[in-house]
């Protein structure tokens, strides 16, 4: 309501005085944006125009007791020479500012966002996740810190600015590198590639970001916003400044123009074959772009409401061959691949969780008894078979203790091979039960 009335004082003076608009916000007559505490005045570098503001400033001090921090002020001109530079900073107290300058924590310019410009983002990000790093968080509580707080980050920024290259790269090795636990002190390989995880889960990803997809989805509800001449005081200004009465979906830019307006177009057009659906959303978009990957066949045995987080994510690992089994270390390691627990096969993933003696007694002691008992020849068999068996809620129930017992497998193999400690199958079994009880 204060802001509010600064607006109105402004306009009032802006008439009583003759403001002189700055050319490029001449047609909708805009002088000023606000947003909470921050302020942004525009009007022509001249000194008239300059003694008009400062005088609104001072009313609205004696009237509110409210008066603007000189310290966190700037005043940034442009085609201003030298000596007028100084007159009209002598004239305000105000400190010289330049392109770009910060609102709302972002980098304002017309110009190409640089990589420097964005360091500031890559701050935000880099301190939130060594903030985390003393939380030993498993994998699933990585990913969700990642789709939750470190995406929330990124939206903001991707909503405003289409980004660098080279920056969208950095913040891809930040979100990869947390969720696999690479730091500078540690190096390692992550499980499995950013492109798959950034895939939706039905097509055997995470649901994770695609940052290029996305980033122009988001950049094309812009685009549709101005087409639909959404009434906002942006979609206003551009429509005053660029489209000036012209269908939107047939206009090209000029070469002269904003880069970034350029850029916005160039975007359009990759989503000719959407501007006739009736409301456009980002996720649309997005999934647009993406196209239509096959469906995963095990995707309802790895994302069932019932199984617990981190065996989600654990046979995810399992179902898409990605676990560390000795088999697959022993490709880049000089190391023993067989079976810690038989001594016998080679330790890969359809012996350790359905060939060796071990999983196969866990499986009937924990599944059995519950009525779930299937014959299969192999891993992928038994996984076929238990998507299909029983009712809804029956294969629920059944999937997520699978993926408890094939959690404890894993366990049971860490241990006997870092600790040196075995555990039975007795122990394992109960061990399944309280996870799931």
Sequence with gaps: MVMEY???????????????????????????LWFADDLIVICRPDEKSIKCVME??????????????????????????????????????ITKGKLPFTHLGCPISANKLSNVDCDVFIEKLTSRITSWATKHLSYVGRARLINSVLFGIINFWYRIFI??????????ALCRNYLWGVADHYKRVPLVNWEDTCKPKGNGGLRFRNLNA?????????????A??????WVRWIHSRYIKGMEFWNYNPKQ?????????????????????????????????????????????LVWNR???????????????NRLQTRQRLGKFLNIDTKCLFCD???????????????????????????????????????????????????????????????????????TKWHQKEEMSVEECGAYTQMLII
């Excluded at 639909?228 to 005081?233: G, T």
């Excluded at 019932?306 to 898409?320: A, R, Y």
């Design 6 to 32: 600064f607006t109105r004082v402004l306009v009032q003076y802006a008439e009583k005085f003759k403001l002189r608009f700055h050319p490029m916000c001449k047609d909708i007559k805009l002088i000023n």
């Design 56 to 93: 609104v400033l001072a009313h609205f001090k004696k009237t509110t007791g409210l008066s603007i921090n000189h310290g966190k002020s700037q005043i940034v001109m442009a085609g201003v020479n030298h000596k007028e530079k100084k007159k009209l900073i002598d004239m305000t107290k």
């Design 163 to 172: 980004i660098p290259g080279r920056v969208m790269k950095k913040v891809q």
């Design 214 to 226: 996305w980033n122009k989805a988001l950049v094309m509800k812009l685009n549709w916003d101005i």
């Design 228 to 233: 639909n001449k959404k009434d906002n005081l």
């Design 256 to 300: 002269d123009t904003c880069y970034y307006w350029k850029r916005m177009i160039k975007v359009r057009s990759e989503f000719e074959g959407m501007i006739n659906i009736g409301e456009y959303t980002p996720e649309e978009g997005y999934l647009w772009l993406l196209g239509q990957p096959p469906k995963i066949e095990w995707v309802n």
């Design 306 to 320: 019932l199984t617990i987080p981190k065996h989600q994510f654990n046979m995810w690992l399992i179902l898409k």
């Design 344 to 414: 016998f096969g080679e330790e890969d993933i359809n012996h350790l969780f359905w060939d060796c003696p071990f999983a196969k007694e866990l499986i009937s002691k924990v599944l059995e008894p519950m009525g779930c008992i299937l014959q299969a020849a192999s891993f992928h068999e038994y996984y076929i078979k238990l998507s299909k068996h029983g009712t809804r809620r029956e294969r629920r129930i059944w999937i997520a203790t699978w993926a408890a017992t094939c959690y404890t497998i894993w366990k049971a193999r860490n």
